[in-house]
């Protein structure tokens, strides 16, 4: 399945201004994470009685397992409907899908209340088949374990052939063998199980429709959160790929990623309008105009997240402009973060609270730790293992 | 409010007035003698505010309790309060009724629904609903996601935030150990004024419209909680519309009957996950045969743009074989790769 490509590990140092930013950002996140566990979710967070989730809900989690899409939708386009030529972009994609899940896991960790009963989803005893968050837990389990068996040959990659380590270097070899012939069933496993949490992550709230704002509120939440997720599949795989090849100083792979820009505005369309007529059917459109944090919320959500870019992508121009292409881009992954702050955080208004939730500096010191490490991770995963494909000529080296 | 068949299917069960109540006549003793679920109307009119359900309760629940005079304090009533952690069930006082200066007194727990939420909504199964109607919770499975806070129409489950390594989900269960050695919940056995009636949940219907029909001056004809939400183990009786008191107006169909259905469409056997695997599959296998084919024939022709890119590769053609040479040597390496 990657045979064709030919990824190797990028030479870069680790010792940048930007890296140790990241680390003393990474720093902070731990500290007051640390501080969490000894003192409880009382001291660091604003969370109250009537609002049981915040940030790290809706931005650790929520957002974390939107964003990660781009693993199954470019593996879907690479791998299942087989375009060879986005092959190079699978594995950076599948490196940000797995560690973007993984973070989630470990966000969820710092939220959950008893975090050492994490696992107890998998015991048959406690399944309780009709909880949406129980179907959630499953899936994004069983997605995990797949990507990481996906990964398995970006891993064994790195050691075969090694001359230090001779036997891992044969192991791996078996092991790449093996996963070899059967990594189409995790390919299609991944796009299933990915299919069928992303929805269900949106269904989730559809268990509290006196608590939910009528802009976000609608049976239908489900269908919108896989629409959106398969939409910022692409983008965030080019906000990705465009981010690391600045980075990295390494020549952005344009002839692939406007060519996978052409299909956002599809994609994007057929969300908005499924939002659109969602919002008509349900006669919800009078909330829009009532000009109050909702409405502009709302409104941010679907002009400069989906309007805007899908309509900026339309034109070639712009994909083939590596700096508007970011743009455009960066515009939707910020649109469907806001959608899922939205969804989780600013549409559930509980009738009975007394004030309205805001996070503390400690919440989000722990979600902006959380995202420092990925990126880290992220960088030294690319330094260390075979991820991209060189390409092009580097504009510095 | 909308008429659902399953609300209509209920009404209709409470035609036999007579024989349900002869069934609290002979479960006037409190002891819940079959498997029938049972339940509490609340006789809002009746309540006095004295607060010595809420001084039961803390006791009932094994908190450390201040004495019971404590609770004679009249300035809570200032604020509305809602359910905490340390305080399963509280009284509010408002002023809304037809005379002002007259206060109304509503006591806020958990409402046992018949459908629950939270029952619905825990992935580890840490909510039950008992078969005498008890909602109870086991923080053992409980993994603190809170997502049955999230679920409860009535906003009832709060949260041990303050304890950093055992937290629990705390709610009014009901005094589910009292009502299994066939006592009545503790809050029923100290009120002082009928406000609180124990019963079978179809005789307390029974009684409730009796109640309405024989006092029409006294109560409205609503009985809280015996349709809202897909119907509730406690219900209340009310002399001002329940708005004014603030409770919700809820649809009569649980919260929680939308997302299982979603969730069994989706998994309806499975078929829906394996046959979008399958259709998956198919992509797969049609678009690699024509690729195999394809580059058979063209590979030397250089047609498919990924072989021919490769070609320019003056290190050869593409190979999955990692070489260590390749990398690593310096910063340069990676970048002259063309």
Known sequence: ?397 | MTATRRGFLKALGTAGIASAVRDLSASASGLPDSAEPMGVLVDIPNCIGCRKCEFACQEAAGFKVPPIEAFEDKSVFAAARRPEPSAYTVVNESRNGSDLSLPVYTKVNCLHCNEPACVSACLVGAFEKRADGAVVYDPWKCMGCRYCMIACPFQIPTYDYDNALTPQVRKCNFCADRLARGDVPACVRICPNESLIFGKRSALIALAHDKIRKVPDKYIDHVYGEFEAGGTSWMYLSSVPFEQLSFLNLPSVAPSHLTEVIQHGVFRYFIPPLALYGLLGLIMWIGRRRDDSETRDVRDEGRSPRVARFAQDPRGPASPVYRREDVCVGAGAYGEST
């Open chain 1, 1 to 397: 399945m990657n045979g064709h490509v030919l990824a190797q590990p990028v030479p870069r140092t680790l010792a940048t201004p930007g890296v140790f930013t990241l680390l003393a950002l990474v720093a902070v996140g731990l500290m007051v994470s640390a501080h969490r566990f000894l003192f409880g979710l009382a001291t660091v967070t604003n969370l109250d009685q009537q609002h049981p989730w915040g940030l790290w809900i809706a931005i650790d989690v929520a957002t974390g397992v939107a964003l990660a899409a781009g693993g199954f939708t470019t593996a879907a386009l690479a791998h299942v409907f087989h375009r060879k030529e986005y092959e190079v972009i699978a594995r950076p994609a599948l490196l940000t899908a797995l560690l973007g899940y993984t973070f989630v896991g470990l966000g969820l960790m710092v939220d959950l209340g008893r975090y050492y009963n994490i696992w107890h989803p998998i015991l048959p005893g406690m399944w309780q088949g009709n909880s949406v968050l129980f179907e959630v837990g499953m899936c994004v389990m069983c997605y995990l374990t797949v990507l990481y068996i996906e990964f398995l040959p970006v891993v064994c990659e790195r050691f075969i052939g090694d001359a230090r380590f001779p036997r891992l270097g044969k192991l791996c070899a078996a092991i790449n063998r093996l996963v070899a012939k059967t990594m189409f069933l995790f390919i299609l496993a991944g796009v299933v199980l990915s299919c069928l949490h992303q929805s269900s992550l949106g269904n989730l709230m559809v268990i509290a429709p006196s608590k939910m704002h009528p802009l976000w509120y609608t049976p239908i939440l489900s269908l919108l959160f896989l629409l959106s997720a398969i939409a910022v599949g692409f983008p965030m795989v080019v906000f990705e790929s465009l981010f690391a090849s600045w980075s990295l100083r390494l020549k952005p792979e344009m002839d692939v990623l406007s060519k996978l820009a052409r299909y956002i505005p599809a994609v994007l369309g057929v969300y908005l309008a499924f939002k659109v007529g969602d919002l008509a059917i349900r006669e919800a459109f009078v909330h829009v105009a009532s000009w109050s944090v909702p409405s502009a919320m709302f409104l941010g959500e679907v002009i400069l997240g989906v309007v805007v870019p899908g309509a900026l992508l339309l034109s070639q121009k712009v994909r083939n402009n590596t700096r508007m292409l970011f743009v455009a881009c960066t515009m939707i992954v910020l649109g469907v973060a806001l959608n899922r702050v939205n969804v989780f955080l600013v549409a559930y208004q509980p009738p009975y609270a007394t004030r309205t939730y805001f996070p503390s500096w400690q919440e989000f010191a722990v979600t902006i730790g959380l995202v420092s490490a990925l990126i880290l991770l992220y960088r030294l995963l690319v330094t260390w293992l075979p991820v991209a494909t060189p390409h092009g000529k580097s504009r510095t080296g």
